[in-house]
């Protein structure tokens, strides 16, 4: 009894791959997703050899915005997607500027920060703290907007701190502020514009006083510290761009005095100025004596006198009491003097006399207020150039300078630098030559190297790329699958090839030996034509022009046949 294998085995073979025979319906299936396939891989390469360049239209926003943005480019109909991350938004190359000024016109991207226009869309009964939150919220976003309009700063964000108000003097505190920089790649800020936002911050808040005010970077520095804000020597940044100036200004007239004579590019100088900034008082009190000869004068007098009434007689009673009085021994003048003053005193009654006489002291108040900003001591360096001449010959020299050149050099820059010997100014003029800079020369980027040939070079070889492989797919894979699909195998491809060939090669000799019969039958009714008709050679190219003329193809036939016969 014979089994299904025995009779598998008895009949023909039918390959099998992959446990799947292979039948002429299964090839034809197969062949058919082949060519699906191949048509849909050429499909692929042509889409991505039409792709544009996408391109950064926005990076570092946040979600409020990348919405907005969105869809705009939606309602704009403008291709768009995003990056890996999803942190930047990509659009076309060509429509980069474009995009970007259209949806500048509409105001995006906001930034983040909300200003005022939050008080606008305000609720109806809405809180007394909701309305100080919104309010807060306004000002920070406005603070933030005046801020980033510095060049430096990227994006900034601040935030305030804004103690409630109170009634009680003790428990009264001042506002605080923080502010946080983001600044662009490459870019820092001078102490002078950390200073400027400080003040700026501080300004717009009611009693905020600037010590009040933290400034940091996306980085971490604290750039508000105020041990930044003051530079050597203890000044402040204020200052020591005065000093800048000041030596900057000495430096510009000692050169510009010099380069007239030597050249501009001959002369170097430079100068360091000792400023005090120190702001000094002074008050004098000074006495002076007025004795002669001085005039003197008097401030204040003062005179006391006592009297009373004249003493009684007193004394022992007798005859010695009763008698006259001695005579004086002293002389005459002084006596009566003595007696004159004995006598009005007894007179008069007088017992004391005191006289008390001030004189004005001499004294001179002086007070001295010292600005601030004296230059104390100014020091300044002047190198100058070898001179070049020409000599006899033409050549180019250089040399020295004379003792004469050299010296009215030095007198041009004291002039010119305002030179004070007692103020302890220096200066010192060398002459020496320049060392010759280097020719840094420019290095010539390769063709292959430069921006715009690789762009280029990357565009066209994506064009050419594409179209090769759409090449390479349509003769090496579809055109012979569709072939086997319409019955066109190989075989049967050449056999038709070959047969083409031989009914081209039959059609060829049939052709010839037309051709040949022709120009024997003409050669024959020539010769007999000229026999009967005509003799002479002007008959014979009649003959001939004549068969020119109606039919030129045979006479080249003809030409041909008699250069081959010779």
């Known amino acids: 009894m014979a089994t299904a294998n025995d009779a598998t085995l008895d009949g023909p073979q039918v390959p099998v791959v992959f446990g799947i025979p292979q039948t002429p319906a299964v090839r034809t299936i197969a062949l058919a997703v082949g060519a699906a396939l191949t048509i849909a891989i050429m499909v692929g390469v042509w889409l991505w050899s039409q792709a544009p360049d996408y391109r950064v239209?926005?990076?570092?926003?946040?979600?409020?915005?990348?919405?907005?943005?969105?869809?705009?480019?939606?309602?704009?109909?403008?291709?768009?997607?995003?990056?890996?991350?999803?942190?930047?938004?990509?659009?076309?190359?060509?429509?980069?500027?474009?995009?970007?000024?259209?949806?500048?016109?509409?105001?995006?991207?906001?930034?983040?920060?909300?200003?005022?226009?939050?008080?606008?869309?305000?609720?109806?009964?809405?809180?007394?703290?909701?309305?100080?939150?919104?309010?807060?919220?306004?000002?920070?976003?406005?603070?933030?907007?005046?801020?980033?309009?510095?060049?430096?700063?990227?994006?900034?964000?601040?935030?305030?701190?804004?103690?409630?108000?109170?009634?009680?003097?003790?428990?009264?505190?001042?506002?605080?502020?923080?502010?946080?920089l983001n600044l662009y790649p490459s870019r820092v800020l001078d102490q002078q514009q950390v200073s400027a936002i400080i003040h700026l911050v501080a300004s717009s808040i009611p009693e905020l006083p600037a010590k009040n005010v933290t400034i940091i970077d996306q980085n971490g520095n604290l750039l508000s510290d105020p041990s930044k804000q003051t530079a050597t020597n203890n000044l402040d940044p204020s200052q020591l761009k005065y000093v800048q100036e000041f030596q900057q200004s000495v430096v510009k007239k000692v050169e510009s005095i010099i380069s007239p004579i030597v050249g501009i590019q001959n002369v170097r100088a430079e100068a360091t100025a000792d400023i005090d900034f120190s702001r000094s008082e002074q008050a004098a009190e000074s006495y002076r004596p007025n004795s002669p000869p001085e005039a003197t004068t008097i401030r204040s007098q003062q005179t006391s006198e006592s009297y009373g009434k004249p003493a009684n007689a007193s004394g022992i009673p007798g005859a010695l009491s009763n008698q006259p009085p001695v005579p004086a021994t002293a002389p005459i003048t002084a006596a009566a003097n003595a007696n004159d003053a004995q006598a009005n005193a007894a007179n008069n009654g007088l017992t004391q006399k005191d006289a008390t006489l001030n004189y004005e002291v001499d004294k001179t108040i002086r007070y001295t207020q010292q600005a601030m900003g004296g230059l104390k001591r100014l020091s300044v360096a002047v190198v100058v150039n070898y001179k070049t001449e020409t000599d006899k010959s033409g050549k180019t020299i250089t040399r020295a300078l004379t003792e004469v050149e050299k010296n009215q050099i030095i007198d041009l820059a004291r002039e010119a630098m305002g030179f004070s010997k007692e103020r302890g100014d220096t200066l010192n003029v060398v002459n020496s030559p320049f060392a010759t800079p280097e020719k840094v020369t420019a290095e010539d980027i390769p063709l292959w190297k430069q921006a715009d040939v690789l762009q280029t070079a990357k565009e066209i070889g994506k064009y050419v790329v594409g179209g090769l492989l759409l090449l390479y797919l349509f003769f090496g894979y579809l055109k012979p699958t569709l072939n086997k699909l319409m019955g066109k195998d190989a075989a049967s491809i050449k056999k038709e090839k070959e047969r083409l060939r031989k009914e081209e090669e039959e059609e060829e000799k049939k052709r010839i030996e037309e051709e040949e019969a022709a120009i024997v039958n003409i050669n024959g009714e020539a010769e007999a034509k000229s026999k009967q008709h005509y003799s002479s050679y002007e008959a014979n190219m009649d003959m001939a022009k004549q068969l020119a003329s109606s039919d030129p193809k045979i006479v080249a036939n003809v030409i041909k046949s008699w250069v081959s016969n010779e």
Do not use: C, W
Not at 74 to 79: R, V
Not at 108 to 122: D, I
Not at 172 to 177: D, G, L
């Open 57 to 180: 239209l926005f990076s570092n926003f946040n979600d409020r915005d990348g919405g907005a943005i969105v869809a705009s480019l939606q309602q704009l109909n403008i291709p768009y997607k995003y990056s890996e991350g999803g942190s930047a938004i990509l659009v076309p190359a060509n429509q980069v500027h474009d995009a970007r000024l259209k949806l500048a016109s509409q105001g995006l991207p906001k930034g983040g920060n909300v200003g005022f226009e939050l008080m606008e869309n305000q609720k109806l009964g809405i809180s007394q703290f909701l309305e100080q939150v919104n309010f807060q919220r306004a000002l920070e976003g406005e603070l933030a907007r005046s801020i980033q309009a510095v060049s430096a700063v990227q994006t900034a964000r601040v935030h305030l701190a804004i103690p409630k108000a109170s009634v009680f003097v003790r428990e009264q505190q001042k506002p605080t502020a923080s502010v946080l």
